[in-house]
C-alpha cells in the first residue's frame, strides 16, 4: 500500500518570503500522480498543484512550485512571495491511476502553514 | 459555479441516533467519494461510488454506509454514532470521462459532533 509522509506538522514564514513544504511517498508504481492540496480553516480543500510520474519537470502554478524527485520519492512544495491568504493546512496526496475503475487519493497528515505579517 | 455542496456544515448528533450526511454536486461527475478527517490526521477514504456501483474500503465499519440515488447526490448514513466517530466528513468528486489523474473537486465538509 501506497503512504504518504509529511515531516513538519507545522511551519511559519513572514509574508513575502519563500517557504518549502516537504514530502515523501512510499510506491512500487512507476506511473502515479501526486498532488498538494490547500486547505485554508473551515473552507474547502482546493488543488494546489498536480505532478505526473513520468514527466521530469517540476510543475508550476504561478507563485507555486514543486521539486518532485522520483528516485528519492520526494515531492516538495515551493511557495515564493507567500500571502496572508496562504494560511492553511497542505496536504501532499498521492493517487495510482484508474485502479479498479476509480481513483484513490491517498493523503499525508498534513502541515499546517502560518504567514505572518 | 459548478461545485461540490455539503449539508450541513456542523452537525451535532446523539451517542447512537442514526444521522445521515449529504452531498450534492453540479459537475457531473461519475465518481464520488466520502473521507472521514479526524483533527491533526490525514483524510481517511471510507467508501466511493464509481457510477452506480459501491465500493467499500475494507477497513470502513459496517456501522458507515452510503447511498447515491442518482449522479447529483451521495449521501453518508451513520446507524449508531460514536464518540469516535466524530470527525470532519468530506465529500469529493471526479470525473473519469475526462481522462486519469485530474484530482478530485472537494465540498466544504460537515464537521459531526456526537454528544
Known amino acids: 500500500a501506497q503512504t504518504v509522509t509529511q515531516s513538519q506538522p507545522e511551519m511559519s514564514v513572514q509574508e513575502a518570503e519563500t517557504v518549502t513544504l516537504s514530502c515523501t511517498y512510499d510506491?512500487?508504481?512507476?506511473?502515479?500522480?501526486l498532488f498538494w492540496y490547500k486547505q485554508p480553516p473551515s473552507r474547502q480543500m482546493i488543488l494546489v498543484i498536480r505532478?505526473?510520474?513520468?514527466?521530469?519537470q517540476n510543475a508550476t502554478e504561478n507563485r507555486f512550485s514543486v521539486n518532485f524527485q522520483k528516485a528519492a520519492k520526494s515531492f516538495s512544495l515551493k511557495i515564493s512571495d507567500s500571502q496572508l491568504g496562504d494560511t492553511a493546512m497542505y496536504f501532499c496526496a498521492f493517487m495510482k491511476p484508474r485502479e479498479g475503475g476509480s481513483e484513490k487519493l491517498v493523503f499525508g497528515k498534513g502541515t499546517k502553514l502560518t504567514v505572518n505579517p | 459555479d459548478a461545485m461540490v455542496i455539503q449539508n450541513p456544515r456542523y452537525q451535532v448528533t446523539q451517542f447512537g441516533k442514526p444521522v445521515t450526511l449529504s452531498c450534492s454536486q453540479t459537475l457531473n461527475h461519475n465518481v464520488m467519494y466520502w473521507y472521514q478527517q479526524k483533527s491533526s490526521q490525514a483524510p481517511k477514504l471510507l467508501f466511493h461510488?464509481?457510477?452506480?456501483?459501491?465500493?467499500n474500503e475494507a477497513d470502513t465499519p459496517d456501522n458507515f454506509q452510503s447511498r447515491r440515488p442518482n449522479t447529483s447526490f451521495c449521501f453518508l448514513d451513520i446507524r449508531s454514532p460514536g464518540l469516535g466517530d466524530a470527525a470532519m466528513y468530506l465529500c469529493a468528486t471526479s470525473s473519469l470521462r475526462t481522462g486519469t489523474g485530474g484530482g478530485y473537486t472537494f465540498g466544504s465538509g460537515t464537521r459531526l459532533t456526537v454528544v
Open positions: 461510488y464509481y457510477d452506480k456501483d459501491f465500493n
Open positions: 505532478q505526473e510520474a513520468y514527466k521530469q
Open positions: 510506491t512500487s508504481e512507476n506511473n502515479y500522480y
